[in-house]
């Protein structure tokens, strides 16, 4: 009897290896576009940290151009989803690869859900909430959609995604690309607890450079997966 972790899409339902490969360069490069963008008229991810009403002020000075770049952003973490998808299933070239394949999709697909959940915050609701001035209701939002949903679960996920898809590689005899993987994946998890760090009265700084580096890494680890995907 056929173990039901080892039933996975077919290959061909899947994209060619040089398809998949260009896939997951490109969203390595073009999830950083928006960043970018963000870090020079929005000084992110350095202004989430201040004062909600400084924040508030700073997001209603943006105007259309930032809600747009922010939307862009969120539709990296969206793309993430089907990208993270695939590439699991196409390391899933052993039995005993199947269970993480299947995790690391899950994993994947949960992250890019839940990254983008938080990122639209600032496209559906901020905007409202900037035009009535409400900081108390954006402080909450950011608290919860931002830094609970987005922040802390997206980013652990994102990090289980990413070291489940590093030992299938490791497997293959990736061993480079692997390492890199996990490194990235620990210091994104490290990042993730900013938040509490905040909530428990301790600077967050150290945590908040980890997950800088982590999605640093995380590019780094991304391209050299395109790569090894191609080979």
Known sequence: ????????????????????AVAVAALAVGFNLPFGRLAVIF????ILRQPPEAILQAFAA???????????????????????M?????????????????????????????????????VMVVPGLAADGDVQGFALLHAFAGVAVGEHLGQLLTALHVALVAA????????IVSALGQ???GAITLGAFEGVALSI???????????????????????GSARHLLR
């Open 201 to 223: 009265g301790v600077d967050g700084a150290v945590f908040g450079m980890l997950a800088i580096a982590g999605y640093l890494g995380l590019t780094l680890w991304m391209l």
């Open 183 to 185: 490194a990235t994946a």
């Open 62 to 84: 943006g105007g259309p151009s930032l809600i747009l770049t922010w939307y862009a952003f969120a539709l990296a973490a969206l793309i993430f989803i089907p990208v993270a």
């Open 168 to 175: 299938m590689q490791r497997g293959e005899g990736a061993r």
């Open 86 to 122: 695939a590439h699991s299933l196409a390391l899933n070239r052993t039995q005993t690869a199947a269970p993480l394949a299947i995790a690391a999709a899950i994993a994947g697909a949960l992250a890019g859900v839940l990254q983008a959940m938080g990122l639209l915050r600032w």
């Open 43 to 46: 000084d992110y991810p350095g």
């Open 1 to 20: 009897m056929t173990h039901p972790l080892t039933i996975l899409p077919p290959s061909r339902h899947l994209p060619s290896p040089r398809g998949l």
